[in-house]
């Protein structure tokens, strides 16, 4: 390192980001996390001009109730990039927020997990904006990687472990050993269509509409993948507005309705896992038999999810100490301890 590079150093906070399709976390060094928002831009569009008017916790309380001139985007809604400008300005406007006044010469390093399905285009598109918002330096993790860092499993070791990070919008799994993906798949369903599965329930059998943000309300506060096991579990009400008459109604409905909602999109879960068990070479496979297989993300935290992965797959299944700040931890170690130097790409 140069003298002027470490000048530039002096001072600084390395940042890591965790950039999910629901949540945006970012991690700072020596302070562990100082932001969580969702991964939300609200844009308002003015005479034909499209401009950015609010961004994370701002821009989710506009979702579902904006009027016809602002639209809520999430840019990474799929886990791919669906709009690399808003993606960027949004990247722009959290490391701006962590990073706010400090002086000119405070250059930081900028850790940033990404999907492992994001393309070479996509990387380098949130490399720019990282670059763009002042990091001296980009580095880039793949999300199984730092989701396993985070959740303390043996990555840099030569034993196969497993990790299915569920999210909003997609669920990786990821055989790891040595400090690499052995395998890696991801499935299009995560919190998101667990979401949309409820919405869509009490559309058909109640003629209820609901929005997505009480459905997702719903599925944190009662989900669960199996049929309780006294056959019903907690009862709840749940406002809308009914579709014959139009007007504001209330329904009750219990849990074993709402796991009958989720089941759509939890057996997609399980899918995922058997493909990748299906995938995973033999001596891989013989180390998850013993390490099992850990949840991560919001979406480990359906009610007995645990328990189905485990009784569908004959394997140990446990669930993250914090699977939403995962990640972030995992990308901030990655980050920090040299011992995870080789997880992390410039490229
Ligand atoms: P991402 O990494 O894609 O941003 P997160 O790991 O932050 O996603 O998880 C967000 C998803 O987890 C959302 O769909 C959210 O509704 C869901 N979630 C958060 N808390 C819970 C909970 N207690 N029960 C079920 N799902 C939850
Ligand atoms: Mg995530």
Excluded: W
Excluded at 102 to 115: A, M, S
Aim: proline share 4%.
């Amino acid at each position: 390192m140069s003298f002027f590079s470490k000048f530039l150093k002096f001072g600084s906070h390395n940042m890591a980001i965790d950039l999910g399709t629901a949540n945006t976390l970012v991690y700072v060094e020596d302070q562990g996390i100082v932001l969580d928002e969702p991964s939300v831009v609200a844009i308002e569009t003015i005479n034909g001009i499209e401009r950015v008017k609010a961004v994370g916790d701002d821009a989710k309380m506009m979702m579902g109730k904006t009027p016809d001139t602002i639209k809520a985007v999430r840019p990474l809604r799929d886990g791919v990039i669906a709009d690399i400008e808003v993606a960027e300005k949004m990247i722009e406007h959290f490391i701006r927020k962590v990073h706010g006044k400090r002086t000119l010469f405070r250059y930081p390093e900028i850790t940033i997990c990404v999907p492992s399905g994001a393309t070479s285009v996509e990387k380098r598109a949130i490399r720019d904006a990282a670059s763009n918002a002042g990091a001296s330096e980009v580095y880039l993790i793949l999300e199984p990687m730092a989701a396993a860092i985070g959740a303390d499993m043996p990555v840099t070791e030569p034993v196969g472990s497993m990790v299915v990070d569920i999210g909003g919008g997609t669920t990786e799994v990821a055989v790891l050993s040595l400090r690499g993906l052995a395998y890696t798949t991801s499935v299009r369903t995560g919190g998101d269509k667990m979401d949309e599965a409820i919405v869509s329930y009490v559309r058909r059998h109640h003629n209820l509409l609901v929005g997505e943000t009480t459905a997702e309300r719903i599925k944190k506060d009662y989900g669960i993948a199996i049929i309780p096991e006294d056959g019903v579990g907690e009862t709840f009400t749940l406002k809308g507005r009914d579709l014959v008459n139009g007007v504001p109604k209330e329904i009750t409905i219990n849990q074993a309705h709402i796991a009958e909602a989720l089941s759509e999109p939890v057996g997609a879960i399980v899918e995922g896992v058997r493909i990748a068990l299906e995938n995973t070479a033999p001596e891989l496979a013989a180390d998850i038999v013993d390490q099992g297989i850990v949840l991560t993300g919001g979406g480990a935290l359906i009610r007995k999810l645990d328990e189905h992965l485990r009784e569908e797959t004959g394997l140990p299944v446990s669930i993250a100490e914090n699977p939403l700040t995962c990640v972030a931890i995992g990308t901030g170690r990655a980050m920090e301890d040299p011992i995870y130097r080789g997880v992390l790409h410039t490229a």
